[in-house]
């Protein structure tokens, strides 16, 4: 099942499916577009820097809000507040050399960095930003394709029937 409910996962799962069906497969369908039809490379990251929150607190199980990263990337993290950590640092640090690194050179890797290889659908890999940089598969891979199995259904003559059955 992509985005599974039990008693105790619907705010998680709801979380979930909303940040695939907004921004994820909209950006690994990109990606994997890009790497099969494009003349450069893709590379594909998952931003996920947050403070870990005691299970007693609302917003236990969160990751980062949309946008977060931008004030990593571009190294401006109040280092003078209490809650910039020393990994908000390496990530901020890390990211802001992937970047540089690509517009220079249109590759994100350079000398002393964890090695970011480009996204392919042979190679289903991403950056993750989440306490130190590290490469890793693609976050839910399986729900990205059962939302894109929806998303062509819907292209059918079908799924455009239901859709205007549905309004």
Same mark, same amino acid.
Request: proline share 9%.
């Given at each position: 099942m992509? @985005?599974?409910v /039990?008693?105790?996962?619907?705010p *998680?799962?709801a979380?979930?499916l909303?940040?695939? %069906? %907004?921004f #994820?497969?909209h950006t690994?369908?990109?990606?994997?577009l890009?790497? *099969? *039809? #494009?003349k =450069?490379?893709? !590379?594909?990251?998952y931003f996920?820097?947050?403070p870990?929150?005691?299970?007693d607190s609302?917003?236990?199980? @969160? #990751? =980062?809000?949309?946008?977060?990263?931008?004030?990593?990337v571009?190294?401006?993290?109040? *280092?003078?507040? $209490?809650?910039?950590t020393e990994?908000d640092l390496?990530i901020?640090? %890390?990211m802001?050399? @992937?970047? /540089?690194?690509?517009a220079k050179y249109?590759d994100?890797?350079?000398?002393?960095?964890?090695? !970011?290889?480009?996204f392919?659908?042979?190679?289903?890999?991403v950056?993750y930003f989440?306490q /130190?940089p590290?490469p890793? $598969?693609?976050?839910?891979?399986?729900?990205?394709k059962v939302l894109?199995?929806y998303?062509?259904?819907?292209?059918t003559?079908?799924?455009?029937?239901?859709?205007n059955e549905?309004?």
């Open positions: 992509a @985005y599974p /039990t008693e105790t996962t619907v *998680k799962t979380r979930d909303s940040r695939d %069906a %907004a #994820g497969w690994w369908s990109w990606a994997r890009q790497a *099969k *039809k #494009g =450069s490379k893709a !590379w594909l990251y996920d820097q947050h870990e929150y005691p299970e609302p917003r236990f199980g @969160y #990751g =980062s809000p949309h946008g977060q990263e931008v004030a990593y571009f190294m401006h993290l109040d *280092k003078s507040k $209490p809650e910039t990994s390496e901020s640090e %890390a802001g050399t @992937y970047w /540089t690194n690509f249109g994100p890797n350079g000398n002393g960095m964890p090695v !970011w290889n480009s392919s659908d042979e190679n289903p890999e950056m989440s /130190t590290k890793g $598969p693609v976050p839910s891979a399986e729900s990205l894109d199995n998303f062509r259904w819907r292209l003559p079908e799924g455009e029937a239901w859709a549905s309004k």
